[in-house]
């Protein structure tokens, strides 16, 4: 795959012009209405964030507010690298019509994610809670812990440790809208929807 750049690239080479498939015996857009799968998006955090830890991008920490840098962009899909202080927080949120995943790079993130229960229950892992139904499960995401975003995938994540964590996000097709959620007696309910501009951080 070709290695990502601290600069937006453009390039008609990107790895993801052309529909493709680690399983090509499926058949595509089955995880969303782009090219890539969420497979693809898991395998190119685990690969940015590798090139991060080897020092290859730089990170910055902003104490007020989550740092990030957008390290790749082409009309397929987005790469930010962002860096989370303590108690940094994102907002409970979807994807609006993007799949995505993320890779921790160092630190820890906590991530709570909507499930309406039934199916979902059995397959929680043991670290979430024991809740059945609907609701809010949690997730620790360690160092090395690679999570993917299917369409309709609604989470908060945040940083509740004392060491600032540092993540790798990967979004296709790039972000461009984003609902906001609250929950009021064990229901999910969107208070908000904003357009997220071209270019602009993932908030």
């Known amino acids: 795959m070709t290695a990502l750049v601290d600069q937006p690239v453009h390039a008609p080479a990107s790895p993801f012009t ?17 090219p890539a799968s969420l497979a693809d998006l898991l395998a190119l955090t ?42 940094q927080a994102a907002e409970l949120h979807d994807h609006g019509g993007s799949i995505g995943a993320l890779t921790v790079v160092r630190g820890a993130l906590t991530e709570w994610r909507w499930t309406a229960g039934s199916d979902d ?9 024991p809740a059945r139904g609907p609701g809010l499960r949690r997730r620790a995401l360690a160092p090395g812990r690679s999570v993917a975003f299917g369409l309709g995938h609604v989470h908060d994540v945040s940083n509740r440790a004392a060491e600032t964590a540092v993540s790798v996000h990967a979004y296709s097709p790039p972000l461009s809208a984003m609902s906001y959620y609250g929950v009021r007696a064990g229901v999910l309910h969107r208070t908000r929807s904003e357009l997220v501009a071209p270019g602009a951080s993932p908030e």
Do not use: K, M
């Open 46 to 87: 685990r690969e940015v964030a590798a090139e991060v830890d080897a020092g290859r991008h730089a990170v910055e920490v902003d104490p007020v507010q989550r740092w990030s840098r957008r390290l790749h962009a082409d009309p397929h899909l987005d790469v930010w690298l962002i860096s989370w202080a303590t108690d």
């Open 18 to 34: 052309r529909p493709r498939s680690r399983r090509p015996d499926l058949r595509r857009w089955q995880d969303g209405p782009t």
């Open 121 to 129: 229950d059995g397959t929680c892992p043991a670290e979430e809670l």
